[in-house]
């Protein structure tokens, strides 16, 4: 993977995580090949997750009265 993962966007993890399952699913991959494609996988679905709750929160936070959003510590961070 050429970025790190904190570094991808949720849409490119999880592309990236869809192509490791096909692969997986595949049925030719080396046993080797498969714990290191699980490996990458699992911290994939990781950051997916974090991303999603990340954005429920945020979700969460809109003031639906008037439309403003209210910041969050960690949602600065990722800024």
Not at 13 to 19: D, G, I, T
Not at 42 to 65: D, W
């Amino acid at each position: 993977m050429p970025k790190k993962p904190t570094d991808l966007t949720f849409e490119t993890a999880l592309e990236r995580l869809e192509s490791l399952i096909e692969s997986m699913e595949n049925g030719d991959t080396p046993l080797a090949d498969l714990v290191a494609k699980f490996e990458e996988g699992s911290n994939l679905l990781k950051l997916c997750q974090s991303k999603i709750q990340t954005a429920e929160k945020k979700i969460q936070k809109l003031h639906i009265e008037d439309g403003t959003t209210e910041e969050l510590d960690d949602l600065r961070s990722e800024s």
